[in-house]
């Protein structure tokens, strides 16, 4: 409720025409500031804010909800992808040259079953004694955040080298590693959520679902090709995130959703209701 509050308090303070703008965008704008005469904020707005709004306001949105993504071109996507043995630096690096900010790991470049997601805020709190743990292969630095370890290195069927296996159980060592293994766990307690409990807690020791993604700890939202906009839009909601991977039936990887493909969505759809509305 507030953040809707927050969403309709700023859209009211924007003209229309420069919020629609600035949504629009493709500058990579994921807030924006509503003004009063003096140019003081009076309300800021975000992308997530815009995103809960609509979702609270489906029923305005005519056809749009009942589309699938795979209608809104949503599941025939380049997804990036990065395979669980690239080191963490170098997924920030791919990241960064495909400017995106997340990408999905999976077990292999050749299958392309999803197995975690890799994101930008990995770096949170990240300092110069921290570094080290960006060497780590980024399936292990995942499973790490999540207390867990990287089931592909016993069941090989990541295509993980020994080599890379052997380094990757050489780093879970270094300061880099403890503060990788130790992140959520801060976050939580500073969410007062409490610290997460360390693998083996509660008895039984760190363990691997048997859904994809459990191998890096991980228990992702994902979407289907026939989900409907409106769906797809209240999960990201309900589990407040920033984006959704498609998968097909096998998990793989074929398309990503983001707050910005919603909005872009949206935008487009009210652009086109007064000349449907004129028929």
């Known amino acids: 409720a507030a953040a809707t509050a927050r969403a309709a308090a700023a859209a009211s303070a924007l003209p229309a025409s420069a919020a629609a703008s600035a949504a629009a965008?493709?500058?990579?704008?994921?807030?924006?500031?509503?003004?009063?005469?003096?140019?003081?904020?009076?309300?800021?707005?975000?992308?997530?804010?815009?995103?809960?709004?609509?979702?609270?306001?489906?029923?305005?949105?005519?056809?749009?909800?009942?589309?699938?993504?795979?209608?809104?071109?949503?599941?025939?996507?380049?997804?990036?992808?990065?395979?669980?043995?690239?080191?963490?630096?170098?997924?920030?690096?791919?990241?960064?040259?495909?400017?995106?900010?997340?990408?999905?790991?999976?077990?292999?470049?050749?299958?392309?079953?999803?197995?975690?997601?890799?994101?930008?805020?990995?770096?949170?709190?990240?300092?110069?004694e921290?570094?080290?743990?960006?060497?780590?292969?980024?399936?292990?630095?995942?499973?790490?955040?999540?207390?867990?370890?990287?089931?592909?290195?016993?069941?090989?069927?990541?295509?993980?080298?020994?080599?890379?296996a052997a380094g990757a159980v050489a780093a879970t060592g270094s300061a880099g590693a403890k503060w990788t293994s130790d992140r959520k766990a801060r976050a939580k307690g500073a969410a007062g959520g409490g610290p997460s409990p360390p693998a083996g807690a509660g008895g039984g020791g760190a363990k691997h679902a048997e859904k994809p993604c459990g191998e890096v700890g991980q228990s992702l939202v994902v979407v289907r090709a026939r989900d409907t906009f409106v769906d797809i839009v209240g999960r990201m909601v309900k589990h407040g995130i920033h984006r959704v991977y498609v998968v097909d039936d096998e998990w793989k990887a074929v398309g990503v959703v983001t707050c910005s493909d919603i909005l872009k969505a949206a935008l487009a759809a009210a652009a086109l209701a007064p000349a449907a509305a004129a028929k």
């Open 130 to 164: 921290h570094f080290g743990s960006l060497a780590l292969p980024v399936a292990e630095f995942l499973a790490l955040e999540n207390h867990t370890e990287f089931s592909g290195y016993a069941h090989g069927g990541s295509g993980v080298s020994a080599g890379a």
């Open 25 to 128: 965008a493709n500058v990579g704008i994921h807030r924006v500031a509503g003004c009063d005469g003096g140019m003081r904020i009076t309300a800021v707005v975000s992308q997530t804010d815009v995103v809960r709004y609509l979702y609270a306001h489906a029923s305005d949105h005519g056809p749009l909800v009942k589309k699938t993504a795979q209608e809104l071109g949503w599941a025939s996507r380049n997804v990036v992808v990065a395979p669980p043995e690239l080191s963490a630096i170098e997924a920030m690096r791919l990241m960064d040259a495909k400017h995106v900010s997340a990408l999905a790991v999976v077990d292999n470049l050749a299958n392309r079953r999803i197995i975690g997601n890799f994101s930008i805020s990995e770096l949170r709190t990240n300092c110069a």
